[in-house]
């Protein structure tokens, strides 16, 4: 039995469905008001939870051999994409578990200060490598899965929002790619006991988004560009009123002042030990838009 978390999320219910093409049982993880008629309807074992509720993680622990935690952090990302975390390894333990595969972030290990995310993650990195069992660690770029609804506007307006510097790079990964590395991560020796960096098989600017966008839909991009300053002020009012909100920003911010791309050598790497060639973003995104 695999349990995933974040079952209904992007790269969640990606998972379910290839674990259950391939007739595994699954326990999907969600909450009350998550979309998970399609998990259910592909013959997903649903157990309805919290993770922010230590009960509710123990529960979907018993009897499972495989955790695959691909949940996000919904605002809190102590309670989610920390302690959540460390509770789902410390049950997997006690559990037996076989293999533990967790969704990380690329850049992890920066030492981005001001990116609770980021910062949360590394610390269950480490926890997840010292704690004996057998585990993958995916650090991925962003998620094309991600670009669908950006797209979908494009299509309609032509215009393009890009903050901070569009001459950052950038490695978007298909997140059926990244699914299928996740489910077979568990099987394939490459794997075992890695901390991966996972992105496309392109290094992109960021500038080149909206020119993929206007290729696929034959449109001249309009690209509206303000600078990163403009978040900094808006962390600075957002302060006065929600400090809360105002320090999750941070990684926000991080994300869009860096670059976080893989090197050509990790890409072929990846493609090696998993045994496919990965998919550009613009073929993803043909798929999914239909032209
Ligand atoms: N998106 C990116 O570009 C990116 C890049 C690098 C790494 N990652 C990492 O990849 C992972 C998945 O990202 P994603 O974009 O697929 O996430 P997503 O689509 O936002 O899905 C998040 C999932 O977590 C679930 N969740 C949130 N809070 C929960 C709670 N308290 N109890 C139970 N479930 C809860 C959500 O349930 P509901 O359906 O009920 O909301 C949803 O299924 C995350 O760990 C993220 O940090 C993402």
Same mark, same amino acid.
């Not at 293999?99 to 290990?109: E, K, P, Q, T, W």
């Given at each position: 039995?695999?349990?995933?978390?974040?079952?209904?999320?992007?790269?969640?219910?990606?998972?379910?469905?290839?674990?259950?093409?391939?007739?595994?049982?699954?326990?999907?993880?969600?909450?009350?008001?998550?979309?998970?008629?399609?998990?259910?309807?592909?013959?997903?074992?649903?157990?309805?939870?919290?993770?922010?509720?230590?009960?509710? =993680?123990?529960?979907? @622990? /018993?009897?499972?051999?495989?955790? =695959? &935690?691909?949940?996000? &952090? +919904?605002?809190?990302?102590?309670?989610?994409?920390?302690?959540?975390?460390?509770e789902l390894i410390d /049950?997997?333990?006690?559990?037996? $578990?076989?293999?533990? $595969?967790?969704?990380?972030?690329?850049?992890?290990?920066?030492?981005?200060?001001?990116?609770?995310?980021?910062?949360? *993650?590394?610390?269950?990195?480490?926890?997840?490598?010292? &704690?004996?069992?057998?585990?993958?660690?995916?650090?991925?770029?962003?998620?094309?899965?991600?670009?669908?609804?950006?797209?979908?506007?494009?299509?309609?307006t032509g215009v393009y929002?890009?903050?901070? +510097?569009?001459?950052?790079?950038?490695?978007? $990964?298909?997140?059926?790619?990244?699914?299928?590395?996740?489910?077979?991560? $568990?099987?394939?020796?490459?794997?075992?006991?890695?901390?991966?960096?996972?992105?496309?098989?392109? =290094?992109?600017?960021?500038?080149?988004?909206?020119?993929?966008?206007?290729?696929?839909?034959? *449109?001249?991009?309009?690209?509206?560009?303000?600078?990163?300053?403009?978040? +900094?002020?808006?962390?600075?009012?957002?302060?006065?009123?929600?400090?809360?909100?105002?320090?999750?920003?941070?990684?926000?911010?991080?994300?869009?002042?860096?670059?976080?791309? @893989?090197?050509?050598?990790?890409?072929?790497?990846?493609?090696? =030990?998993?045994?496919?060639?990965?998919?550009?973003?613009?073929?993803?995104?043909?798929?999914?838009?239909?032209?």
């Amino acid at each position: 039995m695999f349990l995933v978390t974040g079952a209904s999320g992007g790269i969640g219910r990606r998972v379910v469905r290839i674990l259950r093409d391939r007739e595994m049982s699954v326990r999907a993880f969600v909450r009350l008001t998550s979309r998970y008629g399609e998990l259910e309807h592909r013959g997903a074992e649903i157990f309805i939870g919290d993770l922010e509720q230590q009960k509710d =993680i123990h529960k979907a @622990c /018993q009897d499972v051999q495989y955790i =695959i &935690s691909t949940h996000s &952090s +919904d605002g809190n990302p102590l309670a989610l994409d920390y302690r959540a975390n460390i509770e789902l390894i410390d /049950q997997a333990k006690v559990n037996g $578990v076989q293999h533990f $595969v967790l969704i990380s972030v690329l850049g992890a290990d920066r030492g981005y200060e001001d990116a609770p995310v980021f910062k949360a *993650k590394r610390a269950v990195e480490r926890y997840l490598e010292s &704690s004996g069992l057998n585990y993958t660690i995916l650090r991925p770029a962003g998620l094309a899965s991600n670009l669908l609804p950006l797209a979908e506007r494009f299509r309609e307006t032509g215009v393009y929002l890009l903050i901070g +510097d569009p001459k950052n790079r950038t490695s978007i $990964v298909s997140t059926d790619d990244l699914a299928r590395m996740v489910v077979d991560s $568990v099987t394939v020796a490459g794997a075992r006991n890695q901390i991966l960096p996972v992105g496309g098989p392109e =290094i992109l600017l960021r500038e080149d988004i909206p020119r993929i966008f206007g290729r696929i839909f034959n *449109k001249e991009p309009i690209i509206i560009n303000p600078p990163l300053f403009m978040i +900094d002020g808006l962390r600075g009012v957002l302060g006065f009123i929600n400090p809360q909100a105002q320090k999750n920003l941070g990684t926000f911010r991080t994300l869009l002042a860096n670059e976080f791309f @893989c090197t050509t050598e990790e890409i072929t790497n990846l493609e090696a =030990i998993f045994g496919f060639e990965l998919e550009t973003l613009e073929h993803f995104l043909r798929r999914y838009l239909a032209v």
